[in-house]
């Protein structure tokens, strides 16, 4: 199954091609994603690294995407995670560089939030980032989440947790579809 919206398309993890799978492996690796990402660079070899990604993949309460531009090509993950009733958390790496700050990150996770509020019949989708993480807050209320919480951890970085009620999302929805709409 896959998900397309604007220029992106969603493929699940078993779709991913041997040269997507060496970009995964850099995405991971690096040292200023992974720290915007709250994580340790990841040390692990792209063979394992794939093993474990692959069968996580499989667990039922997990629902990560590969993200593909308008010339498929990989350019980062988008996951639900932690999935149980009718709620679940975001996750989101855009891991090249060129596509940050051009509106990949948000399309990527309005094409996901379709299908969770929609098909999958979530209700509620949470996620944590960092008060330093300009980007990805503002791409975060762009598609609607709205901050919960803020608050300094122990290493001194601003935890930011926020939340996306389904209504919240359908209402954004609308606004960014009337504002597309008038620019044609
Ligand atoms: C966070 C992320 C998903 C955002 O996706 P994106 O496609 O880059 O987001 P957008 O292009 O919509 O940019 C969002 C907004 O950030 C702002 N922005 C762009 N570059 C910025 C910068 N360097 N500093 C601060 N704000 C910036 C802009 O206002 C932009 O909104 P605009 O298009 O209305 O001008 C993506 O950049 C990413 O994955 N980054 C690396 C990993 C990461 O931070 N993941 C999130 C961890 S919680």
């Known amino acids: 199954m896959s998900i397309a919206l604007g220029r992106v398309r ?3 993890l078993d779709a991913l091609r041997p040269e997507d799978w060496v970009r995964v492996h850099q995405h ?10 709250g994580t340790p660079p990841n040390r692990l070899p792209r063979w394992l690294l794939r093993r ?22 990989y350019i980062g993950t988008v996951e639900l995670y932690d999935v149980a009733s009718d709620e679940a958390t975001l996750g989101i ?25 929609g098909a999958l019949g ?10 330093d993480n300009e980007r990805a807050l ?11 919480e803020r608050k300094r951890n122990r290493e001194g970085r601003v ?7 389904r209504d919240a999302f359908l209402e954004a929805e609308r606004r960014l579809e009337a504002a597309a709409e008038s620019e044609t």
């Open 10 to 12: 969603l493929r699940p």
């Open 28 to 37: 991971f690796q690096d040292p200023e994603i992974a720290h915007l990402n």
């Open 52 to 73: 474990v990604l692959k069968s996580d993949a499989r667990r039922p309460d997990r629902m990560p995407f590969g993200v593909y531009d308008e010339h498929d090509d």
């Open 93 to 117: 790496i855009i891991g090249e560089r060129s596509h940050w700050g051009r509106g990949y990150g948000p399309e990527a996770m309005r094409a996901l939030l379709r299908h969770a509020f």
């Open 122 to 131: 979530l209700n509620h989708v949470r996620l944590h980032t960092y008060g």
């Open 138 to 148: 503002a791409a975060f209320q762009k598609v609607g989440f709205a901050e919960r």
């Open 159 to 165: 935890d930011v947790h926020m939340d996306l009620w």
